[in-house]
């Protein structure tokens, strides 16, 4: 969360472990309080490598969101 905190203000951080193909999927969701910070921290944090592992970011669908619908 810190890391996000560089782009504007976190409103929630949501980490859902999915099963997906027979191994475990973690997904990072981080919600900001505007849609300028999150575009930020997507442009910045996509394709960067974090624990040995290229982060793939994106924004998601704000009503799979609050359905808490991760699987997406």
């Given at each position: 969360m810190q890391e996000c905190n560089k782009f504007g203000t976190v409103a929630k951080v949501i980490i859902a472990t999915l099963e997906e193909g027979g191994s475990k999927l973690?997904?990072?969701f981080v919600q900001?309080?505007?849609?300028t910070s999150a575009m930020k921290a997507v442009n910045s944090l996509h394709k960067r490598w974090f624990g040995g592992k290229v982060v793939q970011a994106q924004t998601y669908d704000e009503d799979r969101f609050v359905r808490q619908d991760y699987a997406a």
């Open positions: 973690v997904k990072i900001f309080n505007d849609q």
